[in-house]
């Protein structure tokens, strides 16, 4: 009897992407415990973070939860379409084709000129100090777009590719509709 699964909820994907944040933390030398800081202010994990989505509220609240976090410790680069604007307390922008969300090799060829632009995002990204936060959204459950993130020398924070594959919504569909259920 097959098992019955359920799709991770934005709530689940915020606490794996928090406890990934944690470990590598730890892995990095802070610990809340050991130096008496409560976690809230414990240094970021990460040196800079890539907000990938295309709603305006998505990555505001991303933005906010850094921020009420880890004040200006962390470097934070809002991804959005040619021509916009980006929202007041990112530090950088990176820009993207219209209607090209979800094409990671788009996003690679952007990064990738960006990199070369960016000394310090370079260097961030070649020492996996860069973690990749797509905020709420089914991107955000997709283990393909975590083994595409993770091959552009990004961090993913979310729950491991392997892990996801059988509970994710976009990959539910496709069993769905390989064996023919509504």
Same mark, same amino acid.
């Given at each position: 009897?097959?098992? #019955? ?8 994907? %915020?606490?794996? %992407?928090?406890t990934?944040m944690?470990e590598?933390?730890h892995?990095?030398g802070f610990s809340a415990q050991a130096?008496?800081v409560?976690a809230?202010?414990?240094?970021c994990p990460?040196? #800079?973070v890539i907000?990938y ?6 990555? !505001? ?7 009420a976090v880890? $004040?200006d410790?962390?470097?934070?680069v809002?991804?959005?379409?040619d $021509?916009?604007?980006?929202l007041?307390g990112?530090?950088?922008?990176l820009?993207?084709k219209?209607?090209s969300w979800?094409n %990671?090799?788009?996003? !690679? /060829?952007?990064l990738?000129w960006?990199?070369s !632009?960016?000394h310090?995002?370079s260097?961030?990204?070649a020492?996996r100090?860069v973690?990749f %936060? ?8 997709s283990? /393909? ?5 993770e ?5 993913w924070? $979310? ?7 059988g ?7 496709r069993i769905c509709?390989d064996?023919?259920a509504p």
């Amino acid at each position: 009897r097959a098992a #019955t699964r359920v799709a991770p909820s934005p709530i689940g994907f %915020m606490a794996a %992407m928090h406890t990934r944040m944690r470990e590598a933390a730890h892995h990095r030398g802070f610990s809340a415990q050991a130096s008496g800081v409560s976690a809230p202010l414990a240094p970021c994990p990460f040196d #800079t973070v890539i907000i990938y989505n295309q709603s305006k509220h998505a990555t !505001q609240s991303v933005l906010a939860d850094i921020r009420a976090v880890w $004040g200006d410790s962390v470097r934070v680069v809002q991804t959005l379409e040619d $021509g916009k604007q980006r929202l007041p307390g990112m530090d950088a922008a990176l820009f993207v084709k219209p209607k090209s969300w979800g094409n %990671m090799e788009h996003f !690679q /060829e952007r990064l990738e000129w960006m990199c070369s !632009q960016d000394h310090r995002l370079s260097s961030d990204r070649a020492n996996r100090k860069v973690v990749f %936060m797509p905020g709420w959204s089914a991107f955000a459950e997709s283990a /393909e777009a975590a083994v595409a993130v993770e091959k552009l020398g990004l961090v993913w924070p $979310g729950t491991e590719p392997k892990a996801s594959q059988g509970l994710e919504k976009i990959g539910f569909k496709r069993i769905c509709a390989d064996v023919g259920a509504p």
